[in-house]
Every structure is written in C-alpha cells, then in structure tokens.
C-alpha cells in the first residue's frame, strides 16, 4: 500500500467517507473519524463563510479529546473538499482557513492549482485530487498532488464512465502515490476489491447518506433505503458536469428523469447561493441497491470491518 504518513496506523478499515454537498458536516465527520475512517466535507458546506472557522475548531478540539481519552482505538483524520473552479470566489479564503488550521488531508476538484499544493504541503498536509480520467490524472500528478481519486463508473455525484478496473491501472502505470477509487461501493467487501485491482483505499459516499449524524432529510435516507442501482440518473443538468442522482427525488421536483436537457458546461456554478436551487435534487451512486438501513455511523464501520476481514479471510482460505 502507498499510503501516507497520516493516514499509517489511524484507520480501522482503509476508507475515506467521501465530502458530500449539504450531507457533509462536522458531526458525520467526527463520527467517521472516531470509527477509524476519513471523514470528509466540502468547505462551502460551512455557510457563511466564516462558519468554516468554527467547524475545523470544533472538529480538531472533539477529536483530539477523544483520542485523548481512547488511546487504544484508531482516530482517522480529517479532510476538507476545496472546488477548484472560477464560479467558487470563497477559495482563497477558505483555503487561509485550512491552511491556519493544518487541515490534514485537502481534496480538490476539478482543477488543482498549484498554489493549493503548495499551501498545503507548507505545513506538512497532503492534496488528494478527484478526476475522472487519465489525462485529468497526469495533470494533477504534474502538479504535485499526494494521491489521486478515480471516479469511476457508478459513483454518487460527479461521476465519470470509465471502468474501475481501466483507469485504477492506468494510474498506477504513472504514478506510484495514493490511489483511492470512488465507485458503486458500500460494504466493506468492496475495499477490499479496490485494493486487489490496485487501489490504497475505498472512496465511498452514498453509505453514508443514510446514517444517523448524515446532514439529510429522513426522506432523503429513505430513498437511498428503498432504491436500486436502475434508480440511478445519470446527467449534467443541474451543476454543468454530469452526475449521478436519485431518479425519485428528481420526479418529485416535476421533472422527466427519463427526458432531461443537457446543461451548459460553461455555466457551472459552485459557489454562489443560487447553487442551493438544486438542494432537493439528491445525489446517489449505484451502490444503493446494497443499503437496507439507517445505522450509526460507529455500527456501520465496525460492520464493514466485519465483512473486509470475512473476504479476505474468504479469499485467504
């Protein structure tokens, strides 16, 4: 495995909870990391701006205190999502924030500055970058990013359409830092698999949605509960890059999941406060048909334990 210092010896199972637009907020994270996996949020989910301050506080001081009083169990870090995009004028700040905190883990996405890598790597964090193919891969790699994320086919969110099993190896090919594959996975079973075709660690968000510390509405966890991987829309409508997204939630805005247009991908917008227009439209990855209930998150890590270590066990014997 090709992990980095901070994550050697602070995890239970080698997951990273995925950031996740208004699902995201500090009690699912410090849940996650008290469970001995990443947790993950994207910093414009801390609105104002000035909230994101009081979210790292609190969530470095609860941790800290916990593994204080818990020294024998694993406390995974934390990471903040930083958008990399013209349309997030909240970056520079945000990143001044992170950087005043030592954020341990920065995941960015869709470009990755290297102004960001830099600032990070300062004070000795690491930069995880998410992209969707190859060539998106080697541009970050050029700019000195710790780890990549393969978004593969099936993944929640912004989703790409190539097979885990062509773009993890075609990243390994060049380069030999983090690879951390997002794909259709939700038990612990499955981060096994994405080590076995050469991944370090399992990127998995949809799980989450329906836990008790998520920051959704119990209809939301309801229907990640009741839907299958067929429920699964994949479009560009709402944010200009194509994702994957709940086909019930999108019928009950009065749209055709089966008849949407394609969005202009030069009008993408992540960081203004019209961005929340889409705050009903909920996103999802195929993985769902695996989800059955609305756990803890604490319960549901040591259950994916379980089930990694049953696999390899399994696949041992």
């Not at 949407?260 to 993985?287: T, V």
Request: with cysteine; hydrophobic share 40%.
């Amino acid at each position: 495995m090709s992990l980095p210092a901070v994550l050697q010896g602070n995890l239970r199972i080698p997951v990273i909870g995925a950031p996740m637009f208004i699902v995201s907020g500090p009690e699912l994270v410090i849940a996650q990391c008290k469970a001995g996996i990443v947790g993950s949020f994207p910093a414009l989910n801390a609105r104002p701006q000035k909230a994101l301050d009081e979210w790292l506080g609190r969530i470095k001081e609860e941790l800290g205190a916990y593994a204080e009083e818990n020294p024998g169990k694993p406390v995974a870090p934390y990471a903040v999502n930083q958008i990399a995009h013209a349309s997030n004028d909240r970056l520079m700040d945000d990143m001044e924030t992170c950087v005043k905190h030592e954020v341990p883990i920065i995941i960015t996405s869709l470009r990755p500055p290297a102004q960001i890598v830099e600032a990070v790597h300062s004070y000795g964090g690491v930069v995880f970058h998410d992209v969707i193919n190859l060539r998106h891969a080697m541009k970050a790699i050029e700019q000195g990013v710790d780890g990549i994320i393969t978004v593969c086919a099936g993944a929640g969110g912004h989703a790409g359409t190539t097979s885990p099993f062509a773009l993890v190896k075609e990243v390994r090919e060049v380069f030999d830092g983090t690879i951390i594959l997002s794909g259709s996975m939700s038990q612990g079973n499955d981060a096994l698999a994405a080590q076995a075709i050469g991944a370090d660690l399992a990127y998995i968000g949809t799980r989450f949605i329906a836990t008790q510390e998520a920051n959704a509405p119990t209809e939301y966890k309801e229907m990640i509960v009741a839907s299958k991987s067929a429920d699964i829309v994949y479009t560009s409508l709402f944010t200009g890059v194509s994702g994957s997204y709940l086909k019930g939630s999108i019928e009950n805005a009065g749209m055709d999941p089966d008849n949407l247009p394609q969005a202009d991908k030069s009008k993408m917008n992540f960081g203004s406060s019209e961005a929340k227009a889409w705050r009903d439209i909920w996103g999802a990855g195929q993985g769902v048909g695996t989800i059955h209930d609305i756990p803890s998150v604490e319960s549901l890590v040591l259950r994916m334990e379980q089930e990694y270590r049953a696999a390899a066990s399994r696949l041992a014997g």
